[in-house]
Structure formats: structure tokens, C-alpha cells
């Protein structure tokens, strides 16, 4: 019985998301793997930021210096491969269409091989998850998806996909989905888990992972579940 912990944002139900101080404490709470928001800014850094505003000033049309100003502690993608790349592998969401080379380059460059080898991308956005698929042949990726059936199921297998990434509820609603995942030879990697209680059943229902806000609360409720 396998389910990856992905920290969402890091720990980010104890600390701010997308901050280092939430990568840290997600690392101490022993999560697989952190998920991280990446954006590109209007002078072409990638940023760790999950809205597309900050203060009400849009990311993708502001220079980082700009937004560091509204948000001071606002990380780029290349810092926290230098400070974390080497300790834990992420999982990027791609939030910014046409941003896909960009972003794989930039995470090849920096990984070394063995943590390469664990890195995840996903998107909500098709074009953008099967672009990713295309830059990274050897890395996971996956389509965040609230489409849980058998055609979304078929579509991300056709396209070479290696995960499908459902929310928490559809799964536990049609759960004999992940059967055909499986059988499709895909991930099922769910998100919007909103409390400790459900990993059990997302396990039960053929959950491989999911993104967490509380990491080591995740954790004890399978090993309590296991026990």
C-alpha cells in the first residue's frame, strides 16, 4: 500500500505557502514530495506564486522587483532548487501557458540525475500538460482534472500522460475508476483533500498520492489506518 504525500504549497496548513519556511517544515514532516504554483513574470522569471494577483497587481504583467516590493518573501522556481532541490523532488504545477520550456530546462539544469528521475509536472491546463509531457519524456506528469471519467481517463492515456489527477470527492464517488486508471497504466493523484481522515479511504478507493496540507497529520492518519 503505497500513497505518496505531496506537500500542497509545502506545509502550508502551518506556514505560508509557497514559502521556504513551508518547504522546510514539510521536509521535517517527512512529505514525499512537495507541490509547488509556478508563474512567469513579465522580465521572464518563474515564480512560486498560486494567484495570478498580488495586491491586485498581476503577476504575469509585473517584473519580479515589482512584486518582491508586495511581497517580500515571493520565491523563484531557481531558488528553491538551490536551497531544496537537493533534498526533496517537487511537484510543479505550471500555471502560466507557454511557459512549458521555460520551466523543464530550468529543472533539468539545476537537478541533479537521481532527483530528476523524482520530479513531478502537472497543469490544469491540457495543452500545457501534454507540452510537458513532449519536454520531459522521463519525468511524471499529470492533468489536474475535475473530468473523473472514462473519456478523461482514455484521454490522458492516448496522450502519454502518466497520471491523471482527479479531486479528492470525485474519486470517492466513482472510486471503481481508478481500476481503469490502472489498467491504463496511469497514476491516479488526487488533490483538494480537505482533512487528514480521508487518506484511508482515498487508499481504499486507489488513490497513489495527493496533495496535503499537513503532511506529518496525513502520514499518522494511514499509519493509524495500517495499524
Given at each position: 500500500?503505497?500513497?505518496?504525500?505531496?506537500?500542497?504549497?509545502?506545509?502550508?496548513?502551518?506556514?505560508?505557502?509557497?514559502?521556504?519556511?513551508?518547504?522546510?517544515?514539510?521536509?521535517?514532516?517527512?512529505?514525499?514530495?512537495i507541490e509547488t504554483d509556478v508563474q512567469l513574470t513579465q522580465d521572464g522569471v518563474l515564480?512560486?506564486?498560486?494567484?495570478?494577483?498580488?495586491?491586485?497587481?498581476?503577476?504575469?504583467?509585473s517584473r519580479l522587483s515589482e512584486l518582491r516590493t508586495l511581497k517580500p518573501d515571493l520565491m523563484t522556481a531557481a531558488a528553491?532548487?538551490?536551497?531544496?532541490?537537493?533534498?526533496?523532488?517537487?511537484?510543479?504545477?505550471?500555471?502560466?501557458?507557454?511557459?512549458?520550456?521555460?520551466?523543464?530546462?530550468?529543472?533539468?539544469?539545476?537537478?541533479?540525475?537521481?532527483?530528476?528521475?523524482?520530479?513531478?509536472?502537472?497543469?490544469?491546463?491540457?495543452?500545457?500538460?501534454?507540452?510537458?509531457?513532449?519536454?520531459?519524456?522521463?519525468?511524471?506528469?499529470g492533468w489536474l482534472t475535475r473530468d473523473w471519467s472514462e473519456a478523461a481517463i482514455k484521454q490522458v492515456q492516448r496522450a502519454g500522460l502518466s497520471q491523471i489527477c482527479p479531486p479528492a470527492a470525485a474519486l470517492l464517488d466513482k472510486p471503481e475508476?481508478?481500476?481503469?486508471?490502472?489498467?491504463?497504466?496511469?497514476?491516479?493523484?488526487?488533490?483538494?483533500?480537505?482533512?487528514?481522515?480521508?487518506i484511508p479511504e482515498l487508499v481504499r478507493a486507489g488513490a497513489d498520492g495527493g496533495t496535503v496540507n499537513w503532511p506529518a497529520a496525513a502520514r499518522a492518519a494511514l499509519d493509524g489506518f495500517r495499524e
Amino acid at each position: 500500500m503505497t500513497f505518496l504525500f505531496i506537500a500542497h504549497r509545502g506545509a502550508s496548513a502551518e506556514a505560508p505557502d509557497n514559502t521556504a519556511a513551508a518547504f522546510e517544515l514539510a521536509i521535517a514532516q517527512r512529505a514525499d514530495l512537495i507541490e509547488t504554483d509556478v508563474q512567469l513574470t513579465q522580465d521572464g522569471v518563474l515564480v512560486l506564486e498560486h494567484d495570478f494577483e498580488v495586491a491586485d497587481q498581476s503577476v504575469a504583467a509585473s517584473r519580479l522587483s515589482e512584486l518582491r516590493t508586495l511581497k517580500p518573501d515571493l520565491m523563484t522556481a531557481a531558488a528553491a532548487l538551490r536551497q531544496f532541490g537537493g533534498r526533496i523532488p517537487f511537484c510543479w504545477e505550471l500555471k502560466t501557458v507557454g511557459a512549458e520550456a521555460a520551466l523543464v530546462t530550468l529543472v533539468r539544469d539545476l537537478l541533479p540525475a537521481e532527483m530528476w528521475a523524482r520530479t513531478h509536472f502537472t497543469s490544469f491546463f491540457w495543452g500545457s500538460a501534454v507540452k510537458l509531457r513532449e519536454l520531459a519524456p522521463d519525468a511524471a506528469v499529470g492533468w489536474l482534472t475535475r473530468d473523473w471519467s472514462e473519456a478523461a481517463i482514455k484521454q490522458v492515456q492516448r496522450a502519454g500522460l502518466s497520471q491523471i489527477c482527479p479531486p479528492a470527492a470525485a474519486l470517492l464517488d466513482k472510486p471503481e475508476l481508478a481500476a481503469l486508471a490502472h489498467a491504463s497504466g496511469l497514476q491516479v493523484r488526487v488533490w483538494q483533500v480537505t482533512e487528514p481522515a480521508l487518506i484511508p479511504e482515498l487508499v481504499r478507493a486507489g488513490a497513489d498520492g495527493g496533495t496535503v496540507n499537513w503532511p506529518a497529520a496525513a502520514r499518522a492518519a494511514l499509519d493509524g489506518f495500517r495499524e
